[in-house]
């Protein structure tokens, strides 16, 4: 062994702490933000609150004549409670068990994206893989920024590095399973990651992909090329005709999925 060889486990530990330090001082400086900066500062914050307000006392979407619309109605008629998206709900719930009389109401919400953010970065301490797809959270403070504030961007991007992780990783329990013969116990984070994926397709539709790529990935591991390209766009052919992206006859739609 060379000493360079004898060194690098000293250097990978050391890059691994400084990375999970960057992340944590990146929460420290979303969490001063979101203490400090006014209520709708950010983009459109006071119409993310307004929905998340509905559910505060509620747990079913609005009828499309429920008057509990008319206070999350943007100037041009629009609402986010009018979208299929599980970000208000769980942060309106979230919400309802913090103490009014210490928060702010927006404070309350946004405690919901900080909280996101630290289990990050709990898990990418946990897990003690340098190149987590969590690290991409450096890359910029656009993306740490959207942590410090309420809107519907932190959940989906909280549930796509945990995904996108999950698959990668080599250490995660999902790997394992997915690269092993099969046993029971592997149901547990298959169960776990369909979780995962199962709240990304109700956030926002702009991370759907992220799905695919997975799906493709964890499938192709498992089963090879084939089979994972015949899933993934089936997959993708379902959910983009249940989102309205295309209009897809439903024979044909029949046809792809019984291949």
């Not at 089979?227 to 052919?237: N, Y």
Request: hydrophobic fraction near 55%.
């Amino acid at each position: 062994m060379t000493a360079g060889e004898a060194l690098q486990p000293g250097r990978n530990e050391n890059l691994f702490r400084w990375l999970l330090l960057c992340l944590a001082l990146a929460w420290i400086l979303a969490a001063v933000m979101a203490a400090v900066s006014g209520f709708n500062a950010h983009p459109d914050e006071i119409f993310h609150v307004a929905a998340g307000e509905y559910y505060l006392t509620h747990w079913l979407p609005p009828r499309v004549t429920d008057t509990a619309l008319l206070s999350s109605l943007s100037p041009y008629g629009f609402t986010y409670l009018g979208e299929i998206d599980a970000t208000y709900l769980l942060a309106g719930r979230l919400a309802s068990l913090l103490p009014e009389t210490l928060l702010a109401p927006h404070l309350r919400f946004r405690a919901f994206n900080l909280l996101l953010f630290l289990i990050l970065v709990v898990v990418y301490g946990a897990r003690h893989e340098r190149f987590s797809p969590i690290v991409l959270v450096l890359l910029t403070p656009q993306i740490w920024y959207v942590f410090s504030y309420f809107n519907n961007d932190a959940l989906p991007l909280f549930l796509s590095l945990l995904l996108v992780g999950a698959v990668f990783e080599s250490r995660t329990r999902l790997a394992a399973a997915l690269s092993a013969p099969w046993r029971a116990s592997m149901l547990i984070p298959l169960a776990g990651t369909g979780l995962l994926a199962g709240l990304l397709v109700v956030t926002k539709p702009n991370y759907l992909p992220v799905i695919a790529f997975v799906v493709f990935f964890a499938v192709c591991r498992a089963v090879g090329f084939a089979a994972a390209a015949i899933c993934v766009a089936s997959a993708g052919l379902y959910l983009a005709r249940s989102r309205s992206f295309v209009s897809i006859p439903a024979s044909a739609l029949s046809a792809c999925l019984t291949i």
